[in-house]
């Protein structure tokens, strides 16, 4: 990465303002359920401390309040959380700009702040200039540690880069060399799963893999409009009609560069979602029914190509694995995946993410992003505007 780290800087004295991605999930007591971006922070903001930087100004959004000040999505909660993981008093402020704040800021005998929502104000996700500069105006350096939000061009990941010397923090820096080397220069075999319920979600992705990857492993919803291109019965089972085409030629087009497509051969099926207890597994989904997991002969088949892997990228649930009747091959899958050994396993967050962490086996995976569409944009090998407005590693003073 040719981008300045937080570690290519002298923090000493310095005021550092610090992009986290701190949107984390909510209970309707406005508990926090689960602190795993939280957590991911901690080492940036450990190190920064460690430097001696005169204050650390922490800022992020949490749910979507649309430039409306909304109570249940304050970052009290946050502060609450961090203070505790850290070990070290945090100033929580109403919120994130003005002369007020500033002031504030500057009297403060506290390291750490914590802004309000940034998404209390409009400007933030139309990356408006002079909101940007306000928040530039809190520090002297900028950090990015917030990679869930990197690839959107908002004014706390973007334009605030116009300001001030910009560098990336340690989570950001390893989600970059872990999604950036399985594109670009993966140990062989590369084998990627795909899942999740639409091939639309995922066809960039496809196609940027099809010429890097060994092969292709489809499940989850996606994996029916696939099934559907080939001809075969899919009963009610979720399907894009209109993308049966497109998924016809990505399966011609895998045949031709010689990179192996394979997908579910059999399934776990039910009548409704509601009558789990009804569930059958098939060679050949009848109508009326829909599949909700693959089956125990595709799961044998889909090990059969992981066991000789050397980098896996999984994106996307084999099933509904949110319910537990349905969630056999995603959990088969992971706990898989978690006890290969010398393999880099990379999971490409959200539900992924999620489906790895119900299971327990967060700590047996190499990488676990913690951002589900930037993830996603980087495997599609796409540049994301909060990487690439950071100061270059030749180019520093220059802001």
Not at 199 to 210: A, H, M, Q
Request: net charge negative.
């Amino acid at each position: 990465m040719n981008k300045l780290t937080v570690k290519d800087i002298d923090l000493k004295g310095k005021k550092v303002i610090m992009r986290v991605d701190f949107n984390v999930p909510l209970d309707e007591q406005l508990n926090i359920t689960d602190t795993r971006r939280i957590e991911a922070a901690l080492p940036t903001i450990q190190y920064i401390l460690e430097q001696g930087s005169a204050k650390l100004i922490l800022m992020s959004h949490l749910g979507r309040p649309k430039g409306e000040i909304i109570d249940s999505m304050r970052l009290t909660p946050v502060a609450k959380k961090l203070q505790e993981l850290l070990g070290e008093e945090i100033l929580k402020l109403d919120d994130c700009v003005g002369d007020e704040i500033k002031a504030v800021i500057g009297s403060s005998t506290q390291r750490v702040i914590l802004l309000e929502n940034l998404r209390f104000h409009k400007q933030e996700t139309k990356n408006d200039p002079e909101f940007a500069k306000q928040l530039a105006s809190l520090a002297e350096i900028y950090v990015n540690d917030a990679f869930g939000t990197a690839h959107r061009a908002h004014a706390s990941t973007e334009g605030i880069t116009r300001y001030l010397t910009s560098a990336a923090g340690f989570l950001l820096k390893k989600e970059i060399d872990f999604l950036g080397k399985a594109i670009n220069s993966p140990e062989k075999p590369f084998v990627v799963i795909l899942g999740g319920a639409k091939v639309s979600d995922k066809i960039l992705l496809i196609e940027n893999l099809i010429s890097k990857a060994d092969a292709i492993i489809i499940g989850g919803g996606m994996a029916y409009t696939f099934l559907k291109a080939q001809g075969k019965s899919i009963g009610n089972s979720i399907c894009e009609n209109d993308k049966v085409d497109l998924a016809k030629s990505l399966l011609e087009k895998a045949e031709a560069v010689g990179v192996k497509m394979v997908l579910t051969s059999d399934y776990v099926i039910v009548e409704s979602f509601d009558r789990p207890e009804g569930k059958q597994t098939v060679d050949d989904i009848p109508d009326g029914w829909e599949s909700v997991d693959i089956g125990p002969k595709t799961c044998v088949e889909y090990k059969e190509i992981l066991s000789t892997a050397k980098t896996v990228v999984w994106n996307g649930p084999m099933g509904v694995f949110e319910i537990d009747a349905f969630a056999q091959g995603t959990r088969e899958i992971a706990e898989y995946l978690a006890g290969l050994e010398n393999v880099t396993t990379i999971i490409g967050g959200g539900d992924s993410a999620a489906a790895v962490s119900k299971f327990g086996l967060d700590d047996k995976m190499t990488h676990i992003s913690t951002g589900g569409g930037a993830s996603l944009e980087l495997l599609e090998g796409k540049e994301l505007p909060g990487i690439v407005a950071l100061t270059d590693q030749d180019k520093v003073g220059v802001k």
